[in-house]
């Protein structure tokens, strides 16, 4: 399971840049104790990839900032190592105790919202 982080200097989002390394460091854990191999990626990995330069440019133009830059680069990075599965490094792997809970979620979707009949998922 691949992750990007790249600190913002100060923290954001609500948390310190501490709270986020502590974050950081129990995603790894959680995502390893479900038997997956990890890899946090960062800017250095964006930079790999060919079109760096030029979305950074478009992003600078547009007056994005530093912290929201990371949510286009981080598939940048993905892409220059390869793909694979990608969380953010505040979701954690859980089990569901429903056998076959994507099916029943899928059939009880299929109750309340028609639109997803256009999926014929079964």
């Not at 056998?99 to 309340?112: C, E, Q």
């Given at each position: 399971?691949?992750?990007?982080?790249?600190?913002?200097?100060?923290?954001?989002?609500?948390?310190?840049?501490?709270?986020?390394m502590k974050?950081?460091?129990?995603?790894?854990?959680?995502?390893?104790?479900?038997?997956?191999?990890?890899?946090?990626?960062?800017?250095?990995?964006?930079?790999?990839?060919?079109?760096?330069?030029?979305?950074?440019?478009?992003?600078?133009?547009?007056?994005?900032s530093q912290?929201?830059?990371?949510?286009?680069?981080?598939?940048l990075a993905?892409?220059?190592?390869?793909?694979?599965?990608?969380?953010?490094?505040?979701?954690?792997?859980?089990?569901?105790?429903?056998?076959?809970?994507?099916?029943?979620?899928?059939?009880?979707?299929?109750?309340?919202?028609?639109?997803?009949?256009?999926?014929?998922?079964?």
């Amino acid at each position: 399971m691949n992750t990007f982080f790249e600190p913002v200097p100060g923290g954001c989002c609500g948390a310190s840049e501490e709270g986020h390394m502590k974050l950081m460091a129990a995603w790894e854990t959680a995502w390893r104790a479900k038997g997956w191999e990890t890899r946090v990626l960062t800017m250095d990995d964006s930079r790999k990839h060919p079109d760096f330069k030029k979305m950074d440019d478009i992003l600078a133009r547009l007056k994005v900032s530093q912290y929201n830059r990371r949510c286009f680069f981080r598939w940048l990075a993905m892409a220059a190592n390869g793909g694979g599965w990608m969380s953010d490094y505040d979701t954690f792997p859980l089990k569901s105790r429903r056998k076959n809970w994507a099916v029943w979620h899928i059939y009880k979707l299929r109750k309340t919202r028609p639109f997803i009949d256009l999926c014929q998922w079964r």
